[in-house]
């Protein structure tokens, strides 16, 4: 080989090696933990279509590692603090000690649908917002979007609901502390354990019944077991809170930070309008193939119920001040926020 062909090749290989490292340097992986199974719908009707969403619009830029069922652990907020996650799913009501203003949305505030609630939510979550300063920014988290879920219902296995009275000293299970005094205002026994821990504990008969959505009846099989349910007055929910280190958002390129904020927009309005959906969807199929008889709470009866339930919300907000966050304000944001528009 002559020398200028040997000088060619040599210089070749050197700008070989100087472009990959720089296309490697240019591609991101972001370690995304959550609470999930691969198979539940927040993560199949959520995250995934959010994460492949981003993934096409940076042409391969950005990919991600998904961590399901609490794999790299369950104190998400300390994985994001710590590095050792990107991004995490989180969950109020499973952390009300680092996100107590977030239960906001586990209040029995009266609200149409999931859509009209995360739009409420979003808008006191976003970066900006009310309660992303309180809350999330303090914390280093930027939230992405979120969901907040259908209204719960009271439902239970044996006893027949139609009055408020019939919830009295029932064992039913409630998420998070807004809902367990929503749970004693009523007169019921409020139980706190995890969704996954639910059925079995209705099959042992530990617990009589539930607060709980038409639609997360199905991943835990409780669709078979719930046989009465009360609907009508809001209970309270749970929010879902979708979010990334501050950290790491700031050393996401332009265009990845676009296409984050691009997917966002598109996944919200979806997520919330496919719970909507399901919620009709299931509980019918609860109806038709498993015999489960919903009772609406009757115009008469409706007072008693609201009687009870609004001091559960302003004692929230009474609370929240007394430890020095900004629970009236926050509660009032709430109310006043509008809900998200979708087609």
């Known amino acids: 080989m002559d020398l200028a062909r040997k000088a060619a090749l040599a210089a070749a290989i050197l700008v070989s090696g100087a472009v990959q490292p720089a296309l490697a340097q240019d591609q991101v992986t972001l370690k995304f933990t ?48 710590s590095g050792l996650a990107d991004m995490a ?9 680092k996100l107590p203003l ?9 609200y149409g649908s999931a859509c009209e609630a995360t739009g409420k939510l979003w808008a006191i979550a976003q970066p900006g917002g009310p309660l992303y300063e309180a809350e999330y920014k303090p914390q280093g988290l930027r939230p992405l979007f ?31 502390a807004a809902m367990e005094q929503t ?37 835990y099989e409780l669709d078979t077991l719930f046989k009465y349910g009360l609907e009508g007055p809001s209970l309270g929910s749970t929010s879902v809170i979708f979010a990334i280190s501050e950290k790491k958002w700031e050393g ?3 265009k990845a930070k676009a296409a984050f904020e691009e997917a ?3 996944m919200q309005p979806r997520f919330c309008k496919w719970l909507d959906q399901d919620e009709a969807r299931v509980r019918q199929e609860m109806i038709d193939q498993h015999g489960y008889v919903p009772v609406t ?18 004692a929230w907000a009474q609370r929240m001040d007394g430890q020095g966050l900004s629970g009236t304000a926050i509660l009032q944001a709430f109310h006043d926020a509008q809900p998200l528009g979708v087609d």
């Open 34 to 81: 959550h609470m999930f199974p691969p198979t539940h719908f927040g993560w199949k009707e959520g995250g995934q279509p959010f994460t492949e969403m981003i993934t096409e619009a940076t042409g391969g830029e950005v990919q991600f590692q998904n961590f399901p069922a609490g794999q790299l652990g369950k104190d998400y907020i300390g994985l994001l603090g």
């Open 89 to 97: 799913v989180l969950v109020g009501s499973y952390m009300p000690d």
């Open 102 to 110: 977030t239960s906001v949305s586990e209040l029995p505030v009266k």
């Open 146 to 176: 979120v969901a907040v879920l259908p209204t719960y219902k009271a439902m239970t296995t044996s006893r027949e609901l139609r009055t408020l009275d019939d919830l009295k000293g029932l064992k039913l299970r409630a998420s998070g």
């Open 183 to 219: 749970a004693r205002a009523l007169g019921a026994v409020p139980v706190q354990i995890q969704a996954p821990e639910v059925n079995d504990s209705l099959r042992r008969g530990t617990m009589d019944g539930a607060f709980w959505p038409y639609h997360s009846a199905p991943p």
């Open 252 to 254: 996401l390129s332009d």
């Open 264 to 266: 966002a927009a598109q």
């Open 297 to 314: 709470v009757s115009a008469e009866e409706e007072p008693r119920w609201q009687e009870k339930l609004a001091p559960v919300i302003d």
